[in-house]
């Protein structure tokens, strides 16, 4: 009876594929708030003493322009290191680098919410940074063409200017910090838009 989509893409290959018009709506991590992802968010106690913040890493697929990215600005902006790992199997043993190998979902939250600075190269990665308002790079594949769930999502925010492409220079320290106030906007717009299609459809 409706078809919701999450990703501008999403809207053309629906019609393609069966004739049928399809809503280009939120993911369903943002139709939560800032404030009740971090009414469940637990800090781990491991970072509790960083004053300054932490570059939080988050990798779906092992990136090494990442990694080289995280040591550029950790030697410019003197943050450590943490790194949230989706499977113990992929901790490295480098001591500048701090593996949290055991947390659930309200840890997650809590280090993406704490957080000075996020590299990511998966959507939910990009999508807590956005909705938790965190500084962040969205870093892509050269190689891949399924980008295009980030893309669209930062599109829709104008914050194109976080996706990187592996192997492309590394940003600017003084591009790093985010203006969230337009971004704000949008997204509750954007959020009361996207529950407002779930409303009218799942009478």
């Known amino acids: 009876d409706a078809i919701g989509v999450r990703e501008a893409n999403a809207v053309d290959l629906v019609k393609n594929l069966c004739g049928k018009k399809a809503q280009w709506v939120l993911d369903p991590t943002l139709l939560l708030t800032k404030k009740d992802w971090n009414d469940i968010a637990v800090v781990p106690e491991v970072v509790k003493n960083f004053q300054n913040g932490y570059i939080l890493l988050y990798e779906l697929t092992s990136c090494?322009?990442?990694?080289?990215?995280?040591?550029?600005?950790?030697?410019?902006?003197?943050?450590?290191?943490?790194?949230?790992?989706?499977?113990?199997?992929?901790?490295d043993k480098d001591k500048t680098i701090l593996n949290i190998t055991d947390a659930g979902p309200a840890e997650f939250i809590g280090l993406f919410s704490n957080a000075q600075l996020v590299i990511t190269n998966s959507f939910h990665g990009t999508a807590f940074s956005i909705n938790l308002e965190r500084n962040f790079y969205t870093v892509v594949p050269l190689r891949k063409q399924n980008n295009s769930r980030q893309q669209s999502l930062l599109r829709l925010f104008g914050l194109e200017n976080r996706l990187l492409m592996e192997g492309e220079q590394?940003?600017?320290?003084?591009d790093v910090s985010i203006d969230y106030d337009p971004v704000r906007k949008l997204l509750s717009e954007k959020r009361n838009k996207s529950i407002q299609f779930l409303t009218d459809n799942c009478r």
């Open 170 to 174: 590394f940003p600017s320290v003084n």
């Open 64 to 91: 090494p322009y990442i990694l080289r990215l995280a040591y550029h600005l950790n030697k410019t902006l003197s943050l450590p290191i943490v790194r949230v790992c989706k499977s113990a199997s992929i901790e």
